[in-house]
């Protein structure tokens, strides 16, 4: 509540020369998880998108961005600014990034270990459109081994 939140900051502001509404944030914290308390924190005093497209077009922007940028350094730059952008559109859509990116990777692994079995051969020795022929079968076997239940 708003009101937790002013006494933990008055009491951070005792102790703490910092009286960001960012302050205490642990740095220690994993990537994802630290700048989903960021930016909760920043919202909570009105710095924020009004709605999920906020930071969907912000992801947009950041693309377009990585993709005109000029050397490593800006391309590493740019792209941490899109994937800071993913966890606030997570955040909007109330999906938990750390979450989502684990069971994506789940499912990436599931599916590789399909395409390995399926390929008769070494994956180094098929052609990208041979590889992506044997991801969508991949997809289309677990998908029928394992369906959504909604």
């Known amino acids: 509540s708003p009101g937790w939140e002013a006494i933990k ?6 102790r703490n020369p910092d009286a960001s509404a960012l302050a205490g944030v642990a740095r220690a914290l ?3 998880k630290r700048a989903e308390k960021i930016q909760a924190r920043a919202a ?3 710095f924020d998108w009004p709605d999920a497209s ?7 922007e950041e693309l377009a961005e990585l993709d005109s940028a000029g050397d490593a350094a800006e391309r590493a730059a740019e792209l941490g600014d899109l994937l800071f ?3 606030n559109l997570a955040r909007h859509l109330g999906i938990d990034p750390e979450t989502a990116l684990r069971n994506a990777t ?4 599931q599916r590789f270990r399909v395409v390995e079995e399926s ?3 070494s994956l180094s020795e ?6 992506e022929a044997l991801w969508q079968q991949a997809k289309r076997q677990l998908r029928e081994e394992a369906p959504l239940h909604t």
């Open 9 to 14: 900051a008055a009491e951070r502001s005792g």
């Open 30 to 32: 994993p990537a994802l």
């Open 44 to 46: 909570r005093v009105g």
């Open 54 to 60: 906020g930071p969907r077009a912000k992801i947009a």
């Open 85 to 87: 952008a993913a966890v």
């Open 106 to 109: 789940d499912r990436f692994e």
């Open 119 to 121: 390929a008769g051969k």
């Open 126 to 131: 098929l052609d990208i459109d041979q590889l």
